[in-house]
């Protein structure tokens, strides 16, 4: 068995054995077709953190990502910002005399959230939009404090991201993130101004967005600074490591409890739902649309 905290590359696929059981990010809109026929022709058993549920609905592994996610977008822009990234030679910090720096946040879930909380603990001034309102209720009351919060109208959003330093790119769709910003709004931006788009490996926010690298993680686009690397927990490896730990750990003793994967798998909807490959088979309706590739219902195999 490998978890792993993002998927592994098609050369390190080739170094798995055969029937070996992968627990490892997918990120969809990162692989392409030759990644998932490695794994048919290792006939490798794979489960997504992205897709595992818990006795409640939700997705453990996707919240603990997304609190690094969120937190960490802030630290990245406040580097970003700085003279030495080429920014425009703002700090984070809201020092006496010195007007704060201004962050738009784009969606109210566990990113948003959590980016919100650490721009505000930096002395930035947020806001934040999103279409639900009960997630912008959710914000508000969970951090403790009344923020200026908006659903996404083209009039508000533009003249926010005209004025602001940062925009936190953090909104999720059903197979795709929505592209909320244009590349018309990108070139009325401040030249110098930060783009995280948290929302990369889902397709990405921002029109102008382009998947980069943790090598090369940046470029510019009409004057503004752009990061778009997917997987940003993986910047931070250790932590990462530990929290996704605190997520598998009981998931693990359970399987061995169990007697193997395969029993899990029967008793347990939330881990099935996780699954995406077995023995070889794709078993993910998803991704056999997006790549055209054969798939089978999961239950057709594990009843």
Not at 73 to 82: F, N, P
Not at 121 to 131: E, M, P, Q, T, Y
Request: glycine letters at 8%; proline letters at 4%.
């Amino acid at each position: 068995m490998i978890l792993k905290v993002e998927p592994p590359t098609i050369d390190e696929l080739k170094l798995i054995n055969p029937q070996a059981i992968l627990i490892s990010a997918l990120q969809i809109k990162t692989q392409n077709k030759k990644y998932f026929e490695t794994l048919a022709s290792k006939r490798i058993t794979a489960l997504a953190f992205e897709f595992i549920r818990d006795n409640d609905g939700a997705y453990p592994a996707v919240r603990a990502l997304s609190e690094i996610a969120g937190t960490a977008s802030i630290l990245i822009a406040a580097e970003l910002l700085s003279n030495s990234s080429e920014g425009n030679g703002l700090m984070f910090g809201n020092i006496s005399g010195v007007p704060p720096v201004e962050v738009v946040i784009l969606g109210a879930g566990t990113v948003g959230e959590f980016a919100a909380r650490s721009a505000i603990g930096l002395g930035a001034n947020v806001k934040i939009f999103d279409n639900s309102i009960t997630k912008l209720r959710c914000v508000q009351t969970n951090l403790g404090r009344t923020l200026y919060t908006s659903t996404i109208q083209p009039k508000y959003l533009n003249k926010a991201l005209r004025r602001c330093d940062v925009v936190i790119g953090a909104v999720r769709g059903k197979e795709r993130s929505p592209i909320l910003v244009t590349e018309i709004m990108v070139e009325q931006m401040k030249k110098g101004a930060v783009v995280i788009d948290v929302s990369i490996d889902m397709g990405g926010c921002f029109e102008t967005s382009e998947i980069t690298t943790h090598k090369k993680p940046t470029f510019k686009k009409h004057g503004v600074i752009h990061y778009c690397v997917p997987n940003i927990p993986a910047r931070y490896s250790r932590t990462a490591s530990a929290s996704i730990s605190n997520i598998f750990t009981p998931y693990l003793l359970k399987i061995a409890e169990d007697g193997g994967l395969e029993n899990s798998l029967r008793m347990d909807r939330g881990l099935k739902n996780g699954l995406y490959f077995y023995h070889g088979i794709l078993t993910n309706r998803a991704v056999g649309e997006w790549f055209d590739l054969k798939y089978n219902d999961v239950n057709l195999l594990i009843f």
